[in-house]
């Protein structure tokens, strides 16, 4: 979580141009900090995050800080706050019709539970921009993950609300943190359905992954009719990322920020709201996810195969001793797009990726009407 793959992310996009075709907006706290972060998380827990930000000391493992994860650090919960604040302000904006869509790249920390920080993260960002938006009259609230890691903490929050949709397409938990996110895990009580779960081998790589995306993720969002989409657009399922074990390139991502993008015109007159997350690589893939999402977001795509600007690449080079990648791209797409075979020519039992999707559909497409076989 290094804040270099923010820095670098935003140089990137200014390079590129992106930057001139959007408002830059500073993230303001509200004046009663405490309140914004009570309506997800327990005082309790902003009190311990309190503390151990004025003297690390203090950190207390039973709420998760001081940890290998999570260490605590001065400042921790002012920093944490800004980010959270920022995308409750990414809610308003496209809410109220101020924005079409918001970017909040330093956001998507979808691991904080209501009282507890988790893996990197303090405060749930994402949590706290859709209660936001349930509390001003939203009735029907998407939010899709597509970090590597299982969106665990949006979920259980949100996990006994039938207005809340929560989706993630995620490495499997047999393997990876947090263990969590399989197929029949669906929503409490009065809510079935509204949790969707696709837990994906290890080495799936773009065109499977894709595969695996489009299955699932448009036809339950057609059938529930959100009035906003808020997207999680983790960057870890690279092949390059250290921390996980998926094969994705750069091309296959962008494509389906597109698909995000895209969704968000078809179901909810635009509305996205579009945040970061995990990426751990921090020099080769994270700056160039998310200049493509924020460029998306902009309606000014960058072509893969545009390279990357020289001052970029020098500055990169001053900093971490290497120049960085040459190309927007990682060369996997053909004519700028990632092919992949459509579900609808039907499935392969004897394929890994088609047996997780089959789960998915199978749990889930039946609470939303949706025959299992046929989108």
């Known amino acids: 979580m290094n ?20 408002q830059v907006v500073p993230p303001v706290l509200p004046d009663d900090v405490d309140a914004m972060l009570h309506r997800v998380h327990t005082p309790e ?29 001065r400042g921790m919960h002012e920093s944490s706050a800004l980010i959270a604040a920022a995308t409750v302000q990414a809610a308003q904006a496209v809410w109220r019709g101020e924005a079409a869509h918001v970017v909040n790249y330093s956001g998507g920390l ?66 990876l943190f947090p263990g969590t996110g399989f ?13 969707v779960n696709l837990a994906l081998p290890p080495g799936t790589g773009d065109a499977a992954w894709l595969r695996a995306v489009h299955a699932v993720i448009p036809p339950v969002v057609r059938a529930f009719q959100p009035q906003i989409l ?26 389906a920020y597109e698909t995000m993008h895209d969704l968000a015109h078809q179901v909810c007159d635009g509305k996205w709201i579009a945040l970061g997350g995990g990426g751990y690589e921090l020099v080769d893939v994270v700056p160039r996810a998310w200049s493509h ?27 971490v001793g290497r120049p960085g990648p040459p190309r927007m791209g990682d060369g996997v797409a053909d004519n700028g797009v990632v092919w992949y075979r459509s579900w609808a020519l039907g499935a392969d039992p004897e394929d890994a990726v088609d047996r997780a999707v089959m789960a998915t559909r199978e749990a889930v497409f039946p609470h939303h009407g949706l025959d299992i076989w046929f989108d």
């Open 230 to 255: 808020v997207t999680q657009q983790g960057c870890d399922s690279h092949y390059s990322d250290p921390l996980a074990h998926m094969a994705l390139s750069v091309d296959a991502q962008r494509t």
């Open 3 to 22: 804040p270099l793959r923010l820095d670098l992310t935003t140089r990137l996009a200014r390079s590129l141009g992106v930057l001139d075709h959007l």
């Open 45 to 73: 827990f902003v009190r311990a995050v309190k503390a151990a930000s004025l003297d690390p000391a203090n950190a207390d493992e039973s709420y998760g800080l001081g940890t290998e994860d999570d260490p605590a650090f």
């Open 293 to 319: 999402l924020t460029a998306i977001a902009a309606h000014q795509p960058v072509e893969l195969t545009t390279p990357v600007p020289a001052d970029w690449r020098e500055h990169v080079q001053e900093i």
């Open 110 to 175: 979808h691991h904080a539970m209501r009282d507890k920080a988790s893996g990197f993260c303090i405060y749930n960002d994402a949590a706290l921009g859709i209660d936001w938006l349930l509390r001003n009259g939203a009735e029907r609230v998407a939010y899709l993950d597509l970090d590597v890691h299982h969106g665990d903490g949006v979920e259980r929050i949100f996990w006994d609300d039938p207005r809340v949709l929560t989706m993630s397409v995620h490495e499997t938990g047999r393997v």
């Open 183 to 195: 197929p029949g895990e669906i929503g409490g009580p009065g809510a079935e359905g509204m949790a």
